[in-house]
T-cell receptor, first 113, second 110 residues
Framework: DAGVIQSPRHEVTEMGQEVTLRCKPISGHNSLFWYRQTMMRGLELLIYFNNNVPIDDSGMPEDRFSAKMPNASFSTLKIQPSEPRDSAVYFC???????????FGQGTRLTVV | GNSVTQMEGPVTLSEEAFLTINCTYTATGYPSLFWYVQYPGEGLQLLLKATKADDKGSNKGFEATYRKETTSFHLEKGSVQVSDSAVYFCALGGYQKVTFGTGTKLQVIP
């Protein structure tokens, strides 16, 4: 298995633009998590899905952030409009709900200028 | 709800020193406990885990024991190497999600 795949690895965009981050979880995993990591705030859970259904989005910072999981093999995190304070590394992780062992992608480094 | 508290860093040690990174948790039920490691520029990867009380997880010389009586899962290594320099995260799995601590940065100097 190729592991959790995130794209793009790096994204530089201008303030006000829409940004879409993508994630392909490990096949067979039924839980998917989106995290944001910054020096100031550390690792923050934004939202997680079980069986493609959003369970807890209380970590999503603002209405500018939205996440979808249309099927078991794909998820997106969208920021519209983006702001410089959204600059961070965004990680996607997946796990088997029974084991809770989370497997992380390599992350997307987002820079909003 | 579930929560994890781990010691603040950074921790700076000389090579071959003994390492302890403290982690305590709050949870209902019987969670699984994990330590993850993050090397610079990379994602988090599982270092070790324990799924029930008194279990000891171990990997690459690191160990942690699931202590239900003290709600702790402290990470230890007898002799650290420069290559162990990284950020270490304690985590708890239960009630459909994984909860992470804030991370502890370890720097090992030659």
């Amino acid at each position: 298995d190729a592991g959790v795949i995130q794209s793009p690895r790096h994204e530089v965009t201008e303030m006000g633009q829409e940004v879409t981050l993508r994630c392909k979880p490990i096949s067979g995993h039924n839980s998917l998590f989106w995290y944001r990591q910054t020096m100031m705030r550390g690792l923050e859970l934004l939202i997680y899905f079980n069986n493609n259904v959003p369970i807890d989005d209380s970590g999503m910072p603002e209405d500018r952030f939205s996440a979808k999981m249309p099927n078991a093999s794909f998820s997106t995190l969208k920021i519209q409009p983006s702001e410089p304070r959204d600059s961070a590394v965004y990680f996607c992780a997946s796990s088997d709900q029974g084991s809770y062992e989370a497997f992380f992608g390599q992350g997307t480094r987002l820079t909003v200028v | 709800g579930n929560s994890v508290t781990q010691m603040e860093g950074p921790v700076t040690l000389s090579e071959e020193a003994f390492l302890t990174i403290n982690c305590t948790y709050t949870a209902t039920g019987y969670p699984s406990l994990f330590w993850y490691v993050q090397y610079p520029g990379e994602g988090l990867q599982l270092l070790l885990k324990a799924t029930k009380a008194d279990d000891k997880g171990s990997n690459k010389g690191f160990e942690a024991t699931y202590r239900k009586e003290t709600t702790s899962f402290h990470l230890e290594k007898g002799s650290v190497q420069v290559s162990d320099s990284a950020v270490y995260f304690c985590a708890l799995g239960g009630y459909q999600k994984v909860t992470f601590g804030t991370g502890t940065k370890l720097q090992v100097i030659p």
